[in-house]
């Protein structure tokens, strides 16, 4: 077998050079094992078919509690297993989630939240991100430099998802050092801690809507959960909690790898002003390009599977090169270039399968309206930094920028 199975380190200069070791590695071969910086080696692929392929293969789980153990058999030494309450996992009571689980359970919760989560109520959100929108970029006139981050790519998707929860804005910048700490490559009994007191704020406000019902997602899905007990609490908790993460850093990092991608390719840029038709491509296009996420979450191998001609054997991890996959030239010609009119269609940035992104249709919604607005607001934005003087988040999850100066 042409394995490459040389230990390759997945870190911090790794996110910071992304396309281009991805294209080296896609270069070299479908498969290869890497090793993420909390030390666990990972498969990743590289091409698109393959990706595609193994995020519908049955054959790799999701399954939080197999994860862990598989992780407690082979690196915890033997007090950490001990420890470890007799090998099952206990996180800080939100991981319970279907981004979690296999089907039967993850069908089971998805239904539950898709009945909440509906195309009406993100149609009427519309208004709203419209308002905020305009608002933030209000705001940012008459600066001659901003971090666009800070000042409008953070707190849009923030503000919707609390809006749509129905959670208090007031709690907006918690939220936003909350899931940074949980995002980011850092100690751990920091994220420990963020996650902790999220916890606590999520059950607190849990209680609160339980008392004062309202017209928004956090209380449907309370009904959904009392309706025959068909959620159970920690359910509950963990799938605001993923609804929130999963929500927010996501969208943050589409828009401002977006936006960056516009200002570095002004024929582009102009080609959008002369025709704002074209932002529902171009946002697909930004997906594709520079989408916020590197690869799909964890899976594991229950049985053995083959990809070219090496095989993965059972109790691997291994990782789906979303960045990868979407910079296919098999896939996708001429893939390094970034062109809003091209058919970018079927790229993986949301994912595939049973799993395929819950909020496709609010993240879509949310970078069109912003493009839009962007357009009409500030026609002639200007990066205010050479882009190599960018530098990229160190995470290994989120693919996005520390700061983008305008
Ligand atoms: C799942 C990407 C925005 C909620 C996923 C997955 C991807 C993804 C790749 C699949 C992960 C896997 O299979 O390992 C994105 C991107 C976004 C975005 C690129 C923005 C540009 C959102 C938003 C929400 C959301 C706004 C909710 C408000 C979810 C949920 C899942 C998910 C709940 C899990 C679905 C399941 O397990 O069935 N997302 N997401 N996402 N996303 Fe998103």
């Not at 039967?104 to 009406?120: E, G, I, M, S, Y």
């Not at 800070?150 to 609390?162: E, T, Y």
């Not at 801690?193 to 704020?201: F, G, L, T």
């Amino acid at each position: 077998m042409t394995a490459h199975t040389d230990a390759i380190p997945f870190d911090s200069a790794f996110a910071q050079d992304l396309h281009a070791r991805y294209a080296q590695l896609r270069e070299a071969g479908p498969v290869h094992r890497l090793i993420s910086d909390s030390g666990l080696p990972v498969w990743v692929l590289t091409r698109y078919s393959d990706a595609r392929a193994m995020l519908t293969d049955p054959r790799l789980s999701k399954d939080a509690q197999a994860i862990f153990r598989l992780i407690l058999d082979r690196f915890a030494s033997e007090s950490e297993r001990q420890d470890s309450e007799d090998g099952r996992f206990a996180g800080a009571g939100f991981d319970m989630h279907m981004l979690n689980m296999d089907p039967p359970d993850h069908t089971r919760l998805r239904k539950l939240v898709v009945q909440a989560f509906t195309a009406r109520r993100i149609e009427a959100l519309r208004p709203r991100i419209e308002q905020i929108s305009d608002e933030l970029l209000t705001a940012m006139a008459g600066e001659a430099e901003v971090d666009f981050l800070d000042a409008f790519a953070f707190p849009l998707p923030i503000r919707v998802i609390c809006e749509l929860l129905g959670i208090d804005e007031s709690r907006r910048d918690d939220f936003r050092h909350w899931t940074n700490q949980l995002l980011d490559d850092i100690d751990g009994e920091a994220s420990a801690q963020a996650a902790r007191e999220m916890a606590q704020y999520l059950t607190e406000l849990l209680a609160a809507k339980r008392q004062h019902p309202a017209d928004d997602l956090l209380t449907a899905l309370i009904e959904v959960s009392e309706d025959e007990d068909r959620l159970s609490e920690t359910e509950l908790i963990s799938m605001v909690f993923l609804l929130l993460v999963a929500g927010h850093e996501t969208t943050v990092n589409l828009i401002g790898n977006g936006v960056l991608a516009l200002l570095t390719h002004p024929d582009q840029f102009a080609a959008l002003r002369a025709n704002p038709e074209l932002v529902d491509g171009a946002v697909e296009e930004m997906l594709r390009f520079d989408g916020p996420l590197m690869h799909a979450t964890f899976r594991f191998t229950t049985e053995p599977i083959t990809v070219g001609d090496t095989v993965i054997p059972a109790g691997e991890f291994v990782w789906a090169g979303l960045a990868a996959a979407n910079r296919d030239p098999e896939k996708f010609p001429e893939p390094e270039a970034f062109d809003i009119t091209r058919d970018s269609h079927g790229h993986l940035a949301f994912g595939h399968g049973v799993h395929f992104c819950l909020g496709a249709p609010l993240a879509r919604r949310e970078a069109q309206i912003a493009l839009r607005g962007l357009l009409a607001h500030f026609p002639d934005l200007q990066l205010a930094t050479a882009p190599e003087n960018l530098s990229r988040r160190n995470s290994s999850l989120i693919h996005g920028l520390q700061a983008l100066p305008v």
